[in-house]
């Protein structure tokens, strides 16, 4: 079955330092990866997304993300992080041969950043 | 308008009431999702509407009643709810559902207190 996994619920990271945020899934196939942020009390905002090719990735607000297959992982990194990076992130995978539109998230990881 | 919209943001409801959560999209997209967030736990996919048919129901109960009138909106009629249901609840949409049409966008969510 289809997971996603992201082992750290909660991190804490000061301003200006470097984030990494993990993510592991479970498919079968090439996976189709997704990276999210909400802020609280808001719905969910694409970061970025892995569908092919260059297995580094590019997103909104200075992300990045790289595929890893063979670690069945889409880690989220960030080179200097911002007191407004402070929200939930959540990881999730859709697959090619898609069941009725499912995107399947982690748990997500909540991030504080200390001034 | 742009994206998607919900309204209400805050809803508050006693057991006994009936209401109606709306959601929009601005995106011409022809699917659209319900998803419940509790706090502390992951995403739950409720319903996917593809088309303004249902694809899925996920074991939901029946106190929650969705509508898909046409590929712009989607409607979520509530009745006789419980404490346990008050959640943040998110409507999403895709261009499809699978491959890369189902990178999905989200709504900003109503906040639902049962009391």
């Known amino acids: 079955a289809q997971s996603v996994t992201q082992p750290d619920i909660h991190i804490t990271v000061s301003e200006g330092a470097s984030l990494e945020l993990r993510c592991n899934y479970s498919y079968g196939a090439t996976p189709y990866l997704f990276w999210y942020v909400q802020s609280p009390g808001q719905g969910l905002q694409l970061l970025l997304k892995y569908f092919s090719g260059d297995t580094l990735v590019q997103g909104i607000k200075g992300f990045e993300a790289e595929f890893k297959r063979s670690q069945s992982s889409f880690n989220l990194r960030k080179p200097s992080v911002h007191w407004s990076d402070a929200a939930e992130y959540f990881c999730a995978v859709g697959a090619l041969y898609n069941q009725g539109g499912k995107l399947i998230f982690g748990q997500g990881t909540e991030l504080s950043v200390k001034p | 308008e742009t994206g998607v919209t919900q309204t209400p943001r805050h809803l508050v409801m006693g057991m006994t009431n009936k209401k109606s959560l709306k959601c929009e999209q601005h995106l011409g997209h022809n699917a659209m999702y319900w998803y419940k967030q509790s706090a502390k736990k992951p995403l739950e996919l409720m319903f996917v509407?593809?088309?303004?048919?249902?694809?899925e129901n996920n074991s939901v109960p029946s106190r929650f009643s969705p509508e898909c009138p046409n590929s712009s909106h989607l409607f979520l009629h509530l009745h006789t709810l419980q404490p346990e249901d008050s959640a943040l609840y998110l409507c999403?949409?895709?261009?499809?559902?699978?491959?890369?049409?189902?990178?999905?966008?989200f709504g900003p969510g109503t906040r639902l207190t049962v009391l």
């Open positions: 509407y593809s088309l303004e048919e249902r694809v």
């Open positions: 999403a949409s895709s261009q499809g559902l699978s491959g890369t049409y189902n990178e999905q966008f």
